[in-house]
Structures are given as structure tokens and as C-alpha cells.
């Protein structure tokens, strides 16, 4: 059940990706470009996501764990560190350049587009230094 769970809300996201254009950079760089030839439009798929995941965001602050029984994690803290404004910082300069985060990559990768490929091999680059630089040290 838990597989079968997973597989679709992965499906619904990626379905939704595509659908609102998230999944095409040009969209997404167009939004970006605020000095050149702004389109708003992923602004209304942002605002609308917010809504779409209020309500169960607040469901799962009461509860320790999901509909399936398995437990919820969310981020004990909100205090804003240097490390995270480093990684939003990182993380926007990346969306901005490519045009992708990685979600809309993951579903690009079926196209095996080399935009795609070259941002998820990038991606797995950089989770595995990030998993070497945290590495417990003796």
C-alpha cells in the first residue's frame, strides 16, 4: 500500500508539474525574467499550491502519523541559519540559470533530454558531496 501510495501522488505531482508548466524551462525562466518578458502565470500555479497544501500541512501538525501510519516529519525548527540562506541562495541561482529545480527535472528525465540528464546528473553531484562534506568524522 505504501509503494502504491507513493506511486501516485508521485504521478499527481508530476502530472501537475507538466500541466502548470513547471516542467518547462522557458516557462519557468520566463517567469524569472522580471526585467525582460515577464510572464506572471506560474504565479497563480504557486498561490494555488499554497491553498492546495494548507489545509493538509495543518492536518499533519496535529498528527504524528500519516492516514498509512507511518511517521511524519517536519522541521523542528524555524530559525533562519546562515547554512539555509546559503542553500536558498545556491538553490535559486540554479532554478534561475537552468530553468529547472528538481522535481520538473525528474520529469524531463523521461524525455532524456540532455537539459534533463545534464541537471540530474548535476543534482546527483551535488547531493553526493553534500553527503560526503556531513559524513560523520572520527
Partial sequence: MKKLSAFAAGL???LGLIVSGM???????????????WDPSLALVMVGAIGVALLPFQWAQRHKTSWLGEPLHLPGSRAITPRLVV???LFGIGWGLAGLCPGPALVLLGTLSDPALLFVLAML??????RWLERPRA
Avoid: E, I, T
Avoid at 23 to 37: H, I, S, T
Avoid at 125 to 130: I, Q
Fill in 87 to 89: 542553500g536558498s541562495v
Fill in 12 to 14: 499527481v505531482f508530476g
Fill in 23 to 37: 516542467a518547462n524551462p522557458v516557462k519557468v525562466l520566463g517567469f524569472l525574467d522580471l526585467a525582460g518578458a
Fill in 125 to 130: 553531484a551535488g547531493m553526493a558531496m553534500y
